[in-house]
């Protein structure tokens, strides 16, 4: 990655290892998510990886949805 692309994305919240999808940016979730995209399209294999990653997901649901900065927030409760 340049030195352009990196002012683009921004820097984290924190000056730590990302813990969880929230310490991200708006903008850094968004490219993430299309960088996924952009693989699966492109790439058979990556978009069998992610239909598998999909499928099993689907298979064992989360029991309680809930936003990541809800569950910050109410840990800090």
Known sequence: MNKEQLEILGT????TPFSTFSNFTAYERHIIMAE???N???NQERFEQLYDLFT???QNPIKEKKF????????KE
Do not use: G
């Open 12 to 15: 984290p919240n924190e000056q």
């Open 56 to 58: 099993y997901w689907e």
């Open 40 to 42: 699966a399209w492109y």
């Open 36 to 38: 996924l995209y952009h």
């Open 68 to 75: 990541l900065k809800e569950e910050e927030l109410n840990e």
